[in-house]
């Protein structure tokens, strides 16, 4: 319905013909893609160290500080140097970076793991955080016609919303099946519950209500199934950011320039003899 009223509008919030660019898609996707593979996984991170590892709120958050560190620093430090490079390749290397550290987290979190767990991934997203947000707005600015240049920086920002709001919806998913099928392999009854209570970040109102007799062995299975969970939506985010940089560096390379051959060019008139 969206397509079809821009379409017809005289005046459109967004002009489709845009959409030819193959560079000015690559960036859009870029930006739908960076905030589901690096931010995403937020949601699930704090409900885990909350309501199952028993962190209080600003610890959680605190735990995202080597994230903002470093993509705070190579932003800083290395703006100046990356000014002017091929944007397909800055902008592909952060979102590999986002990639690698989601993996690496992935492998990194697991049944006994806490919080420090986090922090070398989180480390290796922010540089890629650093090195590929900043540009994403000038470059999609640059594809465009100047009266065109505020269209296409309002089109990035809504991308990287929608990124990051389908982000966690499918993360979820991916989440509460990983906690159901831990859940189910423990031998708890009605796992399916359970998932969707720890994915609602109601664990410690699940433990409340269990029999004493096997709280124990249900607070055991919750921790492990939502460290599967949180270690899932890692690997999908890890695997959702290297294909973006692959995305990336295919449609927004550069066209080749046709270079004419020097049998092409002119003959050099020669000066005549008497």
């Known amino acids: 319905m969206f397509a079809a009223l821009e379409a017809r509008s005289q005046h459109p919030m967004l002009d489709l013909a845009l959409l030819r660019n193959r560079s000015f898609v690559g960036v859009l996707l870029a930006g739908f893609l960076l905030t589901f593979a690096a931010f995403a996984t937020f949601t699930y991170i704090s409900i885990w160290l909350q309501s199952v590892l028993g962190l209080s709120a600003i610890g959680a958050g605190l735990t995202g ?13 290395l703006g100046r140097v990356l000014h002017g490079r091929r944007p397909d390749l800055v ?9 690698l550290g989601g993996l690496l987290t992935a492998a990194l979190v697991h049944g006994s793991a806490g919080w420090p767990a986090l922090m070398p991934g989180f480390a ?6 650093g090195l590929a947000t900043p540009i ?33 919806a499918a993360l979820g998913s991916v989440f509460t099946a990983r906690a159901q099928s831990s859940l189910s392999g423990r031998g708890i009854p009605d796992a399916a519950h359970a998932a969707h209570a720890i994915a609602g970040g109601q664990t410690p109102g699940l433990l409340h209500a269990a029999p004493s007799s096997g709280r124990q062995l249900l607070d ?8 599967t ?5 890692f690997v999908v985010a890890g ?14 390379r550069p066209a080749r320039a046709h270079v004419a051959h020097q049998d092409e060019r002119p003959p050099v008139p020669q000066p005549t003899r008497r």
Do not use: D, Y
Not at 91 to 99: D, H
Not at 229 to 233: E, M, R, S, Y
Not at 239 to 252: D, E
């Open 229 to 233: 969970g949180v270690q899932a939506t």
């Open 91 to 99: 902008i592909g290397a952060g979102l590999l970076f986002i990639g």
């Open 124 to 129: 290796l997203i922010g540089i890629g955080v």
């Open 136 to 168: 994403l707005g000038s470059v999609s600015m640059s594809l465009v016609p100047a009266e065109r240049g505020g269209m296409a920086a309002g089109a990035v920002n809504t991308t990287r919303q929608l990124g990051f709001a389908f982000g966690i």
């Open 65 to 77: 500080l080597p994230m903002s560190i470093t993509a705070f620093g190579v932003s800083a430090v």
């Open 220 to 227: 055991s299975a919750a921790h492990g199934a939502a460290a």
């Open 239 to 252: 695997a959702v950011g290297i294909l973006a940089s692959l995305l990336v560096i295919v449609l927004m």
